[in-house]
């Protein structure tokens, strides 16, 4: 096979093609980890915010459970 300019220029852009498609998909993979690491830290931060929610509900219903153990104990005094 003869290799001449034209044959060199031709795979120089072949080449060049190549390039610029793996550069446009390794900048599309960063974007969407870019939103992936979002989403992530979107997701933690309802968990936290849930936890937080769910132990307020314990403080409630630990604080209404010794109102009604008070109330009960009272009674019974009065009886």
């Known amino acids: 096979m003869k290799i001449d300019e034209t ?3 031709a795979e ?6 190549e390039f610029t498609g793996y550069a446009e998909k390794i900048k599309g993979v ?3 980890l ?10 933690n931060g309802a ?6 929610f769910i ?3 314990g403080q409630d219903i630990d604080t ?11 009674a019974t005094l009065v009886k």
């Open 7 to 9: 044959t060199l220029k």
């Open 12 to 17: 120089k852009q072949r080449l060049e093609r």
């Open 30 to 32: 960063e974007t969407d």
């Open 34 to 43: 870019g939103q992936m690491k979002a989403n992530l830290n979107a997701l």
């Open 47 to 52: 968990i936290q915010q849930t936890d937080k």
């Open 55 to 57: 132990a307020m509900l």
């Open 64 to 74: 209404e459970m010794a109102g009604k153990q008070a109330n009960v104990a009272a």
